[in-house]
């Protein structure tokens, strides 16, 4: 039973579900469906899909992941980053508008959901912390700037292309003479719009006397407000036939039953894709659910998690839909919206599925336009570009890992873009462990604590020095640790004892007992005793099962205090 629980998490809240939280959770999935019906038709668009995918990605993934998921607040469904990375995996094998596109978009969710399902199975939803959060918050802003510039087009009402910067603006420019100026004033004055919304609509409602709910409720309202208002005018004065592009007929029906293509040779070019999307995806559904999660204090299973995600993935390949990941806007206003379990999730995707069969044939006039309007100003949210500055006083290591990764993704694309965060979060660690920290440490008189003899005023012994390596050992930083204790050594002819303080180091690899050892036999020739002090026991329990310990020339203490003083106490008089 414990298994299936932990499998299965609506066991687990399912059991005290009430009427309190029945009603949270409607309320919630009423705000969250209003302000899904745009934002779906949206990512569909900017995914290069038809706009009902958009809403079929929302229905049966959001309904799955409310079964499996752990996250109480989080929102499924199509995002700004995935679908832009959808569109450009899928562009590499398919034309856009075929049915060889939309059918690659099915395979692309379902690699990525078996692939999830994969982690989360294996428990590796660790492997999410090998992306550090500057190199993230550089592919986000990045790819936020690729997006909104993507969407120009659709502002301008002209016929552009590309996956990088240059290729967007090259593009765009060649193409200025095209401008629909009708298409251009619907685009602009909805993309105002939505920015005032975002910041003036909500104030402005509560100083006329609404209440917060209400006020809040009508703030994420606004892009419906948006749709419906250009509708009207595409529809009321026929503007398609003055060039305006509308989104057209949408099948008024629910999700269908889709089958992926799984042929060999479509899976193998969108493995890589699929698998960079599994990633970014997880990190971002795992980031908002953590700190949505931590505000009521309650416990997220990353590797359920990955399940989670995977069944939603995995369902929208079934159901007419593409890659999902939980979505940071629409779960903030899940989440302030008061939803208490993820069967708010469920709650909205019947919500949607309602929407799909009843309100598909009042969207035939949308322009494009307003979608576009409404793709910009949800994504320029995520851009931040003062990470820059950030990491530029915090740390200049960081600094060039975060330029390197939104350089990169602006002009060579978003896979480039992931993939280089990828290798350089894991070569930003390996540089930063490989020269580790060493401090000389002495004894602060008076107690039996030992301080930087560079940043305290402390006791030292001439023939005696200690080092405290603040990080772990291993085959990265141990040749490093050679050379830095031989210099030491070089610098003081009178030594005749070192003590390694190992109180932060918590594993030594092979690479480094091997260096210890070579260490050890070195001082040894130069009369010179090793000692090791304050060794954790996990790695005195790997040290046993070497020959290191019977050949150490000194001793290892418990302390370093007792090291300390055994040490450098005055040596006893030999009896007469």
């Not at 929102?75 to 679908?83: D, E, F, Q, Y």
């Not at 609509?201 to 209400?214: D, I, Q, T």
């Not at 909205?348 to 576009?372: C, D, E, N, Q, S």
Request: with cysteine.
């Amino acid at each position: 039973m414990r298994a299936l629980t932990r499998y299965l998490p609506i066991l687990t809240w399912g059991r005290t579900y009430d009427r309190n939280a029945l009603s949270n959770d409607l309320i919630a999935a009423v705000i969250v469906t209003i302000m899904l019906i745009p934002q779906s038709l949206a990512y569909a668009l900017l995914a290069g899909l038809p706009p009902e995918a958009g809403i079929y990605a929302s229905i049966v993934p959001i309904m799955l992941y409310s079964i499996f998921g752990t996250s109480r607040a989080l929102a499924v469904g199509p995002v700004a980053v995935v679908s832009l990375m959808t569109a450009a995996a899928i562009g590499e094998v398919a034309q856009q508008g075929t049915a060889g596109y939309a059918a690659a978009a099915l395979t692309l969710a379902g690699l990525s959901g078996a692939m999830l399902l994969t982690l989360g199975f294996l428990r590796l939803g660790f492997l999410a912390n090998f992306l550090s959060h500057p190199v993230i918050a550089g592919f986000i802003t990045a790819s936020g700037i690729l997006i909104a510039t993507s969407q120009l087009k659709h502002i301008f009402g002209i016929d552009a292309s590309g996956h990088t910067l240059p290729h967007l603006l090259e593009s765009l420019f060649h193409h200025l003479s095209q401008i629909n100026w009708i298409t251009l004033a619907i685009g602009a004055a909805a993309t105002g719009f939505l920015f005032w919304v975002r910041k003036g609509l909500k104030p402005l409602l509560l100083n006329a006397g609404l209440g917060p709910r209400l006020a809040d409720i009508l703030t994420k309202a606004g892009p419906v407000a948006a749709v419906v208002v250009t509708t009207l005018l595409a529809g009321v004065f026929r503007l398609d036939t003055a060039g305006v592009q509308i989104v057209g007929a949408v099948p008024q029906a629910l999700p269908p039953f889709t089958l992926p293509d799984t042929s060999m040779e479509l899976i193998r070019a969108l493995f890589m894709p699929a698998l960079l999307i599994s990633i970014i995806g997880f990190v971002e559904s795992i980031s908002v659910a953590q700190t949505l999660a931590a505000k009521k204090r309650q416990r997220i299973d990353p590797d359920q998690e990955l399940i989670g995600l995977g069944a939603a993935n995995i369902g929208a390949a079934f159901t007419g839909g593409y890659p999902v990941t939980g979505g940071f806007a629409r779960s903030v206003v899940n989440f302030d919206a008061g939803a208490e379990t993820p069967a708010a999730g469920a709650f909205t995707a019947i919500g949607l599925a309602i929407a799909a069969v009843a309100l598909t044939p009042l969207i035939y006039f949308l322009p494009k336009a307003t979608l576009a309007a409404t793709i910009i100003v949800a994504v320029l949210s995520l851009v931040d570009l003062g990470i820059l500055k950030r990491a530029w006083t915090y740390s200049r290591a960081d600094f060039a890992a975060v330029l390197a990764t939104i350089l990169l993704t602006l002009a060579f694309g978003v896979e480039t873009g992931v993939s280089a965060g990828v290798v350089l979060s894991i070569a930003l660690h390996l540089y930063k462990t490989s020269k580790p920290h060493v401090a000389e440490v002495g004894l602060v008189e008076g107690t039996e604590h030992f301080r930087n003899i560079r940043r305290h005023k402390v006791l030292t012994h001439p023939r005696v020095i200690t080092l405290r390596v603040d990080e772990s050992l291993y085959f990265a930083n141990a040749r490093f640790l050679e050379d830095y204790l031989y210099d030491r050594v070089a610098e003081d002819c009178g030594l005749s004892d070192v003590i390694l303080q190992c109180t932060a180091i918590n594993e030594v690899d092979m690479s480094a007992l091997e260096s210890l050892e070579a260490i050890n036999t070195r001082l040894k020739g130069l009369g010179i005793r090793l000692h090791l002090s304050e060794v954790k026991g996990p790695v005195m329990d790997r040290l046993r099962r070497s020959h290191f310990l019977d050949e150490l020339g000194g001793k290892v203490f418990l302390t370093q205090y007792e090291a300390w003083t055994h040490l450098t106490r005055p040596p006893r008089p030999k009896a007469a």
